[in-house]
């Protein structure tokens, strides 16, 4: 009755834009057992290094896991992007 836990691979994921530390992605159960969303996780990226984190995307608001991590991993990148 396992939950399939997704592996990306190739997360292709940019050094943190504060300290150039390694980025890593995360995965966090969400709260809400008593309403149901049981195999609702959330994602964000996050520093090893200095700790910075974004804002998570969750199983819930965009609909299944690999769209959540695919969008963590892009704002991500975005922001370590920015100039
Ligand atoms: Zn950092």
Request: proline letters at 2%; hydrophobic letters at 30%; charged letters at 35%.
């Amino acid at each position: 009755m396992g939950k399939t836990i997704i592996f990306v691979d190739d997360l292709n994921l940019k050094p943190c834009p504060f300290c150039g530390g390694k980025a890593e992605l995360k995965q966090y159960k969400m709260w809400h057992d008593d309403h149901g969303y049981k195999d609702c996780y959330e994602y964000f990226v996050a520093c090893e290094k200095c700790k910075v984190r974004q804002l998570s995307f969750d199983t819930l608001r965009e609909k299944d896991d690999v769209t959540a991590i695919k969008k963590a991993i892009e704002a991500w990148n975005r922001r370590s992007n920015g100039s």
